[in-house]
């Protein structure tokens, strides 16, 4: 990795989903790794999150969205459940005379249509073209997980493993288990080492802060395979973790 990676590049698109959801609980995939999800009967009126580091190189990229009642609720009935758009900022593109950068919109959810009665789920699916000025292969050799004998075994003592890690506050040994996913993620929004530094100092100092007694226990969790059973999440009622 270049620490002037985010020099070479003549152009720097940042793609970004804008979203938001009314009277339902959602997840959002793209290129199926969960960029998103709520599971609380919360309305969100827009938020803007990042994919780009579910986009490996350029070409056609895939959208899911799965939307279900909320907690109480058997049906969807809001007449406007959930609203996406995706598109990209680039850093290297002039602003206009506000000084506001240009939104380039690449895919728009099409309007759901709600019967009166409601629906018990909803499934989408879509398609868009990426076009970015990088291409990483590191995922290229991983195995479905599922193939693997005893993987919950083995993903709860990776977690267990690294819960002692930030309960002994070993900055070194943690540190180095993370920072290749620092890397990782720095290359798709073209990031400086410094940046990178910047990043895993910030982490450090939340680990620093909280006492070993605030620490969540690995228990009540389930396990979800995404990007084709490459990835997996391990969130518990109170909070997610994700690992490769």
Known sequence: YSSAASDVYKRQPVYYAK????????????????ITEMTKSTNIGEALITINPTIFKSGRQTVEIHLS???????????????LEIGYYDSTEEVDE???????TVFTLPDIEIPEKGLPYI???????????????YWDDCVDLRTIPDIEQKIVKEYEYVRKLIAQKDSEQLKKYFMPSYQEFAITIYQTKEDIETSWKSTHNIIKEYATSE???????????????LLYTSPSPRDAHESR
């Not at 979203?19 to 969960?34: K, T």
């Not at 009642?69 to 459940?81: L, T, W």
């Not at 506000?98 to 380039?104: K, L």
């Open 98 to 104: 506000s000084g506001e950068a240009t939104w380039h």
């Open 69 to 83: 009642p909320i907690k109480g609720e058997d049906v969807i009935s809001n007449a406007k459940p959930f609203c």
């Open 19 to 34: 979203y938001g959801n009314r009277g339902c609980l959602f997840e959002l995939r793209v290129n199926d790794i969960l």
């Open 215 to 229: 620490l969540q226990s690995i228990e009540d969790y389930r396990i979800v395979y995404s990007s084709n059973c």
């Open 123 to 137: 499934d989408m699916k879509g398609e868009f073209e990426a076009n970015v000025p990088y291409q990483y292969t």
